[in-house]
């Protein structure tokens, strides 16, 4: 399929955030002046939280809005600049260290790096389309450089080289990207059963567990959460992240201390 902007010889543009020129009046018909980018932004967010990304189209945020299709062109240029300014209103939730947390304000970089994850797992979890727009994007807006630098700031006081930063980075927070995106999947798949978390995994254990070809592992899986302790599916997911979570950062703490050795 050939985008229009392939057709018209233009280079695509990487962001929405790389984009400086004056919204309004470029895509024809009357500027609507009850709107504007954080109202759109906001009902975006809203509608991708109550309906998925795949049933998130233009006409069906118009709707929402009250308005035509073409009024919402008055602020954005195409779906994908919706999608991108919708990631960067959802990093805009995360609760971060200030600017001016470091060693001499006493705080330790592992309780902030353990609540940046727990903060970051939580926002993927409560919005499950988030995950899929998080590689799509340069992300690049204002409220995911404020994450990024919290980041960078935290894993900065570790000890690490900075030339191991990233890759300590990449350790923590592609982990939590991938247990956050999965539970958020589970809990969406759960949502569609109208059964609870508990329910719908103790029914999907005892009907797997009949199965002769996946028994002997889940079988396995089943005595190793039960070993693992946790009455609830919430208990068990915690207590995995937090497990993996505590290995990362002794992992981190390894190395500072084998750099040092």
Known sequence: MVRADQRSGKTPRPSVWLDDRERGGRRGGGQPSHLDRDRITEATVRLLDAEGLEKFSMRRLAAELDVTAMSVYWYVDTKDDLLELALDRAFGEL????????????????????ALARAYRALLVRHSWLPALVGRFLNIGPQALRFSGAVQRVLGRTGLPEHEVTGAIAAVFQFVYGHGTVEGHFRDRVA??????????????????????????????????????GDTVE?????????????????????VARGRG
């Open 192 to 229: 569609s059963t109208g059964l609870t978390a508990d329910e719908y995994h103790h029914r999907a254990m005892t009907e797997v567990l009949r199965h002769p070809d996946a028994s002997d592992v889940i079988g396995r899986s089943a005595r190793i959460m039960e070993a693992r302790g």
């Open 95 to 114: 609760a971060l260290p200030g600017a001016d947390s470091g060693a001499d304000s006493g705080a330790d970089w592992r309780d902030e790096l353990c």
């Open 235 to 255: 208990e068990m997911l915690e207590r995995d992240f937090t497990f993996a979570l505590d290995l990362l950062v002794a992992g981190i703490e390894a190395m």
